[in-house]
């Protein structure tokens, strides 16, 4: 298996502009887990889902941020409009199941806004 | 609501020696717990977990940890450091239900 994939892996954009981060999952899997991670706050947990279902978003920073899980492997994180504290790296993970299995962890995509 | 303390931020060790990363944890009821490692510019690795059963539960790269429930701990160990092992680890807790979460994670430097 390939692993989760993320895609950008870098994104560079202005402040005001769209940003639209994607995963895959890894086949099998029906949680997925997006984090963010910068020096300052360390890594938090922005929302889970559960078989395609949010199930905790009180991660999510601001309305700026929304999440979509379309169907079992694709999930994509939206910022509208960005803004230069959202400079972090997004991390995307999934497991078997939220509960007793171990997530694993995409690559991540490093984001700055100018 | 569950929480995760790794009391120190940063852990530095010389090669060869014992090596402890230490995890206190509070959650309603039996916990969930993991480590996880991140090397520089990659995601967290699974390293391992205790879900039943024997306290002392062995990883991957020679790590163990062992649970303490009096102690609400779950260090983590091994008995010889490499220069390798330098890196982020994370501790993390789950209850029975959906809640879990991460702790702060400490910086392990093995010195050649």
């Known amino acids: ?114 | 609501a569950q929480s995760v303390a790794q009391p120190e931020d940063q852990v530095n060790v010389a090669e060869g020696n014992p090596l402890t990363v230490k995890c206190t944890y509070s959650v309603s009821g039996n916990p969930y717990l993991f480590w996880y490692v991140q090397y520089p510019n990659r995601g967290l690795q699974f390293l391992l977990k205790y879900i039943t059963g024997d306290n002392l539960v062995k990883g991957s790269y020679g790590f163990e940890a062992e649970f303490n429930k009096s102690q609400t701990s779950f260090h983590l160990k091994k008995p010889s450091a490499l220069v390798s092992d330098s890196a982020l680890y994370f501790c993390a807790v789950r209850d029975r239900g959906q809640n879990f979460v991460f702790g702060p994670g400490t910086r392990l430097s093995v010195l050649p």
């Open chain 1, 1 to 114: 298996d390939a692993g989760v994939i993320q895609s950008p892996r870098h994104e560079v954009t202005e402040m005001g502009q769209e940003v639209t981060l994607r995963c895959k999952p890894i086949s099998g899997h029906n949680s997925l887990f997006w984090y963010r991670q910068t020096m300052m706050r360390g890594l938090e947990l922005l929302i889970y889902f559960n078989n395609n279902v949010p199930i905790d978003d009180s991660g999510m920073p601001e309305d700026r941020f929304s999440a979509k899980m379309p169907n079992a492997s694709f999930s994509t994180l939206k910022i509208q409009p960005s803004e230069p504290r959202d400079s972090a790296v997004y991390f995307c993970a999934s497991s078997l199941e939220a509960g007793r299995y171990e997530q694993y962890f995409g690559p991540g995509t490093r984001l700055t806004v100018t």
